[in-house]
């Protein structure tokens, strides 16, 4: 199976920007992982679940972008019935058991627990849909892991303004409360947010992910804030009233993508992406100060000023609310899948839409072909970018528990996922080597268990390690290659760069 491996892989032979070096060996080793260190999985319910009208469900943004507008998705295709997980969530659990999880993060969808988007009435088959689903992980010693939003927003709450209206910051509490008073008493491990930078940039500066917005360089700054606000709320509601139940822990979980200089003079540039594009979301929480990063303020301040707006498009957090924002996150949720490398000069002028948050962060990103294996253009090959990404989280916020809330890699289809299995090997090695030299990494979540409903995407990229047949009725899954050597790795607690799975079998391992 090494036939299939690029003849020469990057290695970063330091931290420092700039130095990473082409070397034609791997290490080949057994690496242990810490004792108490977990392992799991993670779907979101409108990627898996389907059922998107049954037993009271009410339309959210995703219902709402597919049903007017069908082929804004690749495939022309939809939520609708997807994985049928809503009626499937029994083989779900079972294929858990089969990989030997220690958790499963899943997400609730707003409008089945609360079809009026509020609390003022509550959809039992809903929540019967996700205590059953709890209830039977819980049977199996498996820890539910629970998202409150990912991306399906109510459309009523949409059609209010979304994230760019104030009041999410109530109506989001108000859902949380609802939840932890739900599913508080069996769940220990919440997710208040996914992905803020996909939501507001991609969703509201920009149409690349409902509600397609695409309110450049104004709306996507209004929704990070109230978005931190709302998470923020969620996370002194739970630790205040909720965390006394059985000691659970609530954060956040930000994508992260790494951006790197090439050459030295443009390791600024590639500072302020990673400012510009995550750290938005991560200093306000996990900085001794608070706040917007400074050269966020600033760029945007200035460029509003030139522009001609009367005040800075990013909006200000007062004293109070950088406060209230700051130290509100148990762990540092980390979704990881890219790199890039960037620079900044005159060809920056005038390159992107004015107003822009690309205008604003003002770098170009490019990346190597020997960065892409497989088919697919989604997930490219740069393990050391994740190691880069852990050392500045670990030197940035003095060493946060950090969770792997997500990492993977896409394929066109088919069971013999042999680049996936390279990618997961090497990002996990990847991790591993941060930890070695001090991040406090607790646990790593593969996205995806199975194949799902890849947002504009539809189902042209495939990120399970399981195969899902979207030909059969009940969207039957057969696990890939990958499967088997995620779940070696999870029986084993170690990384064996040599494993090849002799079978294809997949069965229950005692005790689970
Ligand atoms: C900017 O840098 C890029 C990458 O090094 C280079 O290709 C481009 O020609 C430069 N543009 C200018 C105007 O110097
Ligand atoms: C993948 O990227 C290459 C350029 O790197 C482009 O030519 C090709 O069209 C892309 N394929 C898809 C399916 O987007």
């Not at 597919?66 to 083989?91: E, F, M, W």
């Not at 959809?123 to 990912?150: C, R, S, W």
């Not at 946060?400 to 680049?419: C, H, K, Q, S, Y």
Request: glycine letters at 6%.
């Amino acid at each position: 199976m090494w036939a299939r491996w690029p003849m020469f892989l990057f290695v970063c032979s330091s931290i420092v920007i700039g130095e990473c070096k082409i070397i034609n060996n791997v290490r080949h080793e057994v690496r242990k992982f810490p004792e108490d260190f977990l392992f799991g999985t993670a779907t979101a319910s409108y990627q898996v679940e389907g059922a998107w009208d049954k037993d009271g469900k009410t339309e959210n943004i995703w219902d709402h972008v597919t049903l007017t507008n069908p082929c804004v998705v690749k495939d022309c295709s939809n939520g609708d019935i997807a994985d049928d997980s809503y009626h499937q969530y029994k083989r779900d659990v079972e294929m858990m058991r089969e990989l030997g999880l220690d958790f499963y993060r899943f997400s609730l969808s707003w409008t089945r627990i609360l079809p009026t988007s509020f609390p003022d009435k509550i959809n039992e088959a809903g929540v019967q849909y996700y205590n059953n689903l709890i209830d039977e992980m819980l049977k199996y010693n498996i820890k539910p892991m629970i998202t409150l939003f990912h991306w399906d927003l109510p459309q009523k709450l949409q059609e209010m303004g979304g994230w760019t209206n104030p009041e999410i910051v109530n109506w989001f509490a108000d859902y949380a409360r609802i939840a932890f008073e739900l599913f508080g008493d069996r769940v220990t491990d919440w997710i208040t947010i996914n992905e803020p930078h996909q939501v507001c940039y991609h969703g509201y500066g920009d149409d690349s992910l409902a509600p397609l917005l695409n309110i450049k360089g104004v709306a996507d700054y209004l929704c990070a804030k109230n978005l931190l606000l709302a998470h923020a709320k969620a996370y002194h509601i739970y630790d205040k009233e909720f965390r006394s139940l059985n000691g659970g822990k609530i954060f956040i979980a930000l994508s992260a993508q790494w951006y790197d200089a090439e050459y030295e003079e443009f390791v600024d540039a590639a500072k302020e992406a990673n400012d510009f594009t995550w750290a938005i979301y991560s200093h306000p929480i996990f900085s001794e100060t608070g706040d917007f990063p400074p050269v966020l303020k600033e760029y945007v301040a200035q460029k509003s000023a030139e522009q001609g707006f009367y005040r800075s498009r990013l909006p200000e957090f007062t004293e109070e609310e950088i406060d209230y924002v700051r130290g509100t996150s148990d762990y540092f949720g980390l979704n990881h899948y890219l790199t890039y490398y960037v620079y900044r000069n005159e060809s920056v002028v005038n390159y992107y839409e004015s107003p822009s948050f690309e205008e604003d962060m003002g770098v170009i990103t490019y990346f190597y072909d020997e960065w892409k294996i497989g088919e697919s253009n989604y997930t490219k090959f740069v393990p050391w970018g994740f190691y880069k990404l852990l050392t500045r989280i670990r030197e940035d916020y003095g060493n946060p528990p950090v969770i792997i809330t997500e990492n993977g890699f896409a394929t066109r289809g088919g069971l013999n996922d042999e680049d996936r299995i390279t990618y997961y090997r090497h990002y996990i090695s990847a991790m591993l080597d941060a930890m070695e030299e001090g991040s406090d990494v607790r646990a790593y979540t593969a996205w995806s268990l199975m194949d799902n409903f890849e947002w504009l995407a539809g189902y042209t990229e495939r990120f399970g390690l399981y195969q899902v047949d979207y030909e059969s009725p009940e969207r039957t899954r057969t696990p890939r290659k990958s499967a088997f050597v995620y779940k070696q790795i999870l029986r084993t607690r170690e990384l064996d760069m040599h494993y090849e799975p002799d079978t294809d079998v997949m069965t229950i391992d005692e005790g689970h």
